[in-house]
C-alpha cells in the first residue's frame, strides 16, 4: 500500500530539551492539543518509549480513533507515533538551534486510497492535517513562552 506524507513545521522558541520532554510526556502533552483532539487517553506508560495512548479527534463531524505506540527513534531528537491498524504513522523531528530555540517538524504518512476518492480525500486530508499541525506547533510554542495550556 501507498501512503502519502503531509508536513508543518515552525520555531520554537524554548530549548530542545523541553519541546522533546512535552512531546513525550502524554500528561503535559494533552495540555497543547488543538480542539479538534477530544481526547488522549494513556493505556501504557505515559512518558516516552513503548507508552501506548489513545487519541480522538473529531474534524468536520468525522471521529477518528487511533491507538497510537511512541517510540523514541533517536532520544532527544525524533519520535514516532504509529497506529498498525489504521496505517497512520506520525514523526517529530526536533533540530536545536541557536540562543536556546528549536525547529519541531511534524509529519504524517496516511494510507493513499485509489482512484479520484482517494485523490479528493489527499487534498481535503492534508489541508485540515496542516491547518491542525500549525495550530499545534502554535499551542507548543505559547504553552513552552508562557506555561498556558489550550485546554
Not at 16 to 27: A, G, H, S, T
Not at 109 to 126: C, N
Amino acid at each position: 500500500m501507498t501512503h502519502y506524507a503531509v508536513s508543518v513545521e515552525r520555531r520554537i522558541d524554548a530549548p530542545p530539551e523541553r519541546v522533546y520532554n512535552l512531546i513525550i510526556d502524554m500528561d503535559e502533552h494533552r495540555r497543547i492539543l488543538p480542539r479538534q483532539f477530544e481526547s488522549l487517553d494513556v493505556l501504557e506508560g505515559g512518558k516516552g518509549d513503548g507508552t501506548v495512548f489513545r487519541l480522538t479527534m473529531n474534524v468536520t463531524g468525522n471521529r477518528t480513533t487511533l491507538e497510537m505506540k511512541l517510540s523514541e527513534l533517536e532520544p532527544g531528537r525524533v519520535v514516532q507515533e504509529r497506529d498498525i491498524q489504521a496505517g497512520i504513522t506520525t514523526i517529530w523531528e526536533l533540530t536545536p538551534e541557536d540562543g536556546g530555540r528549536s525547529t519541531l517538524r511534524i509529519t504524517s504518512e496516511f494510507p493513499d486510497k485509489p482512484g479520484l476518492s482517494g485523490w479528493v480525500e489527499r487534498l481535503v486530508t492534508s489541508s485540515m492535517i496542516r491547518k491542525i499541525y500549525r495550530q499545534e506547533l502554535e499551542n507548543i510554542n505559547h504553552y513552552l513562552t508562557t506555561g498556558a495550556g489550550t485546554k
